[in-house]
């Protein structure tokens, strides 16, 4: 990955029934989710987290996480990485990924690359 700076900040919106397509973590930086509109549920670590509009969570490197948007309504968040060495071309790649599976399963090792590319390691068993 290029060099970037001392941290990196995107919205993020996220469809109703929307979801990480694996659980995983990254070694690189931290990342920092601080809720705009709705609420998204994390599992970070094993423990369910809700992130409403005003409210936070900080992933810590090398912890497994994923979220999924189960609400009735859209949501957005930023989301804070620090360094900032990931930003959002990754969710421009897995949204081509799980757009290109038309409405099935994406492809595992698709999702893999797009991952790994990006400074994540995608978790054993994927399923959050």
Same mark, same amino acid.
């Given at each position: 990955?290029?060099?970037?700076?001392?941290?990196?900040?995107?919205?993020?919106? =996220?469809? $109703?029934?929307?979801? #990480?397509?694996?659980?995983?973590?990254? @070694?690189?930086?931290? +990342? !920092?989710? &601080?809720?705009?509109?709705?609420?998204?549920?994390?599992?970070?670590?094993?423990?369910?987290?809700?992130?409403?509009?005003?409210?936070? =969570?900080? $992933?810590?490197?090398? #912890?497994?996480?994923?979220?999924?948007? @189960?609400?009735?309504? +859209? !949501?957005? &968040?930023?989301?804070?990485?620090?360094?900032?060495?990931?930003?959002?071309?990754?969710?421009?790649?897995?949204?081509?990924?799980?757009?290109?599976?038309?409405?099935?399963?994406?492809?595992?090792?698709?999702?893999? @690359?797009?991952?790994?590319?990006?400074?994540?390691?995608?978790?054993?068993?994927?399923?959050?």
């Amino acid at each position: 990955m290029a060099e970037r700076g001392s941290l990196t900040v995107f919205e993020v919106h =996220v469809p $109703i029934g929307a979801r #990480v397509p694996a659980p995983h973590s990254h @070694d690189g930086f931290e +990342e !920092t989710i &601080f809720g705009l509109r709705g609420t998204t549920r994390w599992t970070v670590d094993g423990s369910e987290i809700l992130v409403g509009s005003g409210e936070s =969570v900080c $992933i810590r490197r090398g #912890v497994v996480h994923g979220f999924v948007n @189960d609400s009735d309504d +859209e !949501t957005t &968040f930023l989301a804070i990485a620090s360094p900032g060495v990931f930003g959002p071309e990754y969710f421009h790649e897995i949204g081509a990924v799980l757009g290109s599976a038309g409405g099935g399963p994406p492809d595992p090792g698709a999702v893999a @690359d797009v991952m790994r590319r990006h400074g994540l390691t995608p978790a054993d068993g994927g399923r959050l």
